[in-house]
């Protein structure tokens, strides 16, 4: 080791924590006592709850524990959660000043728990000092978690859903599962043989409970089971109604006991006893958080440390010992399924295998593997990312003209108007032979802050030659209208793939290719432009081989959101009947009319509403008219853009179905986002970006599945958990997380 690495290893360590210091241990104490035989280690916890003297508190003071640990404790001097985040951050840079006073001068580590400002204040204060995120909670939907994963220098992440979440913040962002302490695994074998003698074979939850907490599931099994007793050890959150009348419920019966908040040592031997422990959070909360996480429990680990046969949701992730002591269910009737075998002795703990895990992941091991990957040399970061300043126009080439359908370049030039200014090309005007003396450009505002350009091309667009001599002069023109105006755009961003396939004329820093579609203009065309830019973006997994020959810089930028998506209506529900089914976009030949009237005809109970313009040419014209006749049918033609939310909200459900025998039709769609944004069931014919979501979608590959689908759909109705599950997905598609993830940073 270099002398400059064996410096980074003596470092101080600062561990932030939510947990205080005391009687209950989680991760961050054991992390802080471990590390302190090897470094300077100072413990701080947030200030408990806020009292009027605090406002004269200027210091912070230091005691040491018996461990070797510096616990650091200070106040501050207004209560934050009365600041809002702006003050609330410059009240955690005093807090900073604080503790500097009593910390070391030189760099330390900062090792966080939670996204905080004074992590990142603490850190600013010296050059030399590195900052570890350390995701052991969903910590996903507050506001500084993504600033503060991208600029720490390293990202833990506890379990593989938050890894995939995490890793594209930041790349270097490694998985390390919870640890356990040698001591943890103890127990006291008379205390152990007395809660055997009182509950006989008995099942243990070790939990607080919360909302979080699967109450169905845990009455289900008491009530299935009452000759087994259910041991509840934990603190009692207040509960909302629901949750209240469940838990009220679930206690009130003969066989389920409450145990009260149990020291750790006294809890060991609790779960030493059971022959049953219990993980019950919801099944469906792996998809509760954008990227697909979700929670994995340290009681999962502390059941296992007393070798006491583990059944949980599918929420956690221990796959070393999965099958051999620790059993995961995926649905409730699974869940029984396992706990009766587990108590009827079929399943049991491979003691030896418990053990050999367990030495993998002591804290000993866990704390050196971490600070071994923050020593590892710095890759590329986001910070190294090139930068289009904040209020710098954008060029965006649209091949859809501003006055018609909104598509994802017209969403995305309203999410960048935001905060610079955007300038929207539309595709050229229909020539004739005045535009040879027409060397005009016209622009107007929009209401949304967007400057649209409108053009004649400088000669016909016959292709070939003529085309790229027309580009080039209508490219000139163009930047010198910029220029003139005082709007160079440092960043170009097409859409089309036809025309204007030089960005190159226009001088930019930087130019995308957006691939919103499956373009049928052939792979030369295409290829050409995706060859000339400096980044191309893809809406669908599934469109990005094509490019990755021709462009190293090949990225997934799917469909996006507006927040405004995500908000329920303001505007009057249209007055349809109650339960109608919606579709929204252009009726043309792509569709499945066929499937569509057989749709209509098998549910003539319901209502189906047709919104936009209808293109369909002869040869769909027969089922199409088929499907005008009927009277549960309404077609409105093209409705302004600002109802469309009012009709999402008021359906009860989506639908689109494509002609799957065109390749085009089986990539992505924009307007499934819009209704997941809602919560609303969409049911379509085969989309290959929603091949991993399944339980959003509904699709379906032939008119026999997709009338079982809805069939089915209709008999079982929906569910908060599926509605929940949608939202969720869409809230990560929102167009400021989107731009997050891109090659530059805006």
Known sequence: MSPGGQAERSQPVVIVSMEPWGDMWYSKQHYAAQLAGERDVYFVSLPDRWRWRDLFSFSASLRQTPEGVRVVEYRNNFPLRLLGRRLASLMNLLNARKLARIMPARGYVIWSFFPTSLAKHLAGRNSRSKVIYHVVDPYINRPNDRSFARQADLVVAINPWYLRYYSRINDRCILVPHGMQAANRRSDPAVVQQHRERYGRFAVLASGLSRSLNFPLLLQLARTRPDV???????RFPLPKKEQELSNALFSLPNVHYAGVLHPEMLKDLIRAASLSLVTYDFEETRAIPGEAGRTPLKALTYLAQHCPVVSTNNSYVPEVEGRGFFKAEDPDHFLALADEVLEGKRGVDDAAIDAYLDTVSYGVLSQRILHALEEPVKARDSDKPVVPRGSPVLIISNEAWDGPRYSKHRTAIALAASRSVVFVDPAMRWQPMNLLRWSITE??????????????????LGGRLRGLNDRVVSLRLRRYLRRTGRYAPLVWTFDPSRLASPALLNPVLSVYHCADDHSLGVHVESKLAGRVDHVFCIAKGLMPRFLGVNPSVH???????????????????RFPSGYGLYIGNVNNRHDFLLWEKLMRAHADLHWVVVGPVRA??????????????????????????????????CAFGFLYMNNDLEANRISSQKVVQFLAQGKPFFCSWLSEYAGHRDLVHMSDSHAEALELFARWRAKGETEACIERRIAHARDLLYERLFERLPFRL
């Open 229 to 235: 007793p259910l041991v509840i050890a934990g603190k």
């Open 444 to 461: 107007r505002r929009t209401p949304e802050g967007v400057d649209v350009i409108s053009y004649f091309n400088a000669i016909p667009y």
């Open 556 to 574: 997934h930028v799917p469909h996006g959101l507006a927040q405004e998506d995500l908000e329920p209506a303001t505007a009057s529900p249209p």
């Open 617 to 650: 040419t002869d040869s769909e014209a027969r089922h199409l008219q088929a499907v005008k006749r009927l009277p549960n049918v309404t077609f409105t033609g093209q409705v302004p853009y600002g109802d469309l939310r009012a009709l999402i909200s008021g």
